[in-house]
């Protein structure tokens, strides 16, 4: 999270410092923020492979609701994404997100995502992300 242009999205999405808002990063220097709606990306296109076992994990603070974290990209015959939606309730939490890529991967790319798309979450701090 210490390098903010290694990640992409939608909508409210930022990062906090530990200057700025020391109460809101978990550890490091910056903590990842969505304020409202909006997603947070990470591209994995060249880095995720063909018939792999991942697990995804962050350490996440949600507050007002439930945000989603998930991957697409990792099967080319499947169009949706592989997520799962998580509420810590205002309380930092690690959440884990295990998936296998298939033989094919999307020829459009690959990627990991924390968003309220289609949730109820108001806020969401994300750190320590990491595949």
């Known amino acids: 999270m210490n390098n903010p242009a290694k990640f992409g999205g939608w909508g409210a ?4 410092s530990i ?6 990063v978990r550890c490091g ?9 909006g997603s947070m990306d990470v591209i994995l296109t060249g ?8 697990i995804v994990r962050a350490q996440i603070k949600t507050e007002g609701g439930s945000f989603q974290l998930g991957v697409w990209g990792m099967d080319a015959f499947f169009n949706g994404d592989l997520q799962d939606t998580i509420d810590t309730k205002g ?3 690690t959440v884990q997100l ?3 890529s298939a033989d ?3 020829a459009s790319g690959q990627g990991m995502f924390i968003n309220n798309y289609q949730r109820s979450g108001k806020k969401c701090f994300i750190d320590n992300w990491e595949m």
């Open 47 to 54: 880095i995720m492979k063909p018939a792999k076992s991942y």
């Open 13 to 16: 999405k930022g990062f906090v």
């Open 98 to 100: 295990e998936f296998a």
């Open 91 to 93: 309380v930092w939490s």
């Open 19 to 24: 200057v700025s808002q020391p109460d809101s």
């Open 29 to 37: 220097s910056h903590t990842g923020v969505i304020d409202g709606s």
């Open 104 to 106: 094919s991967l999307k």
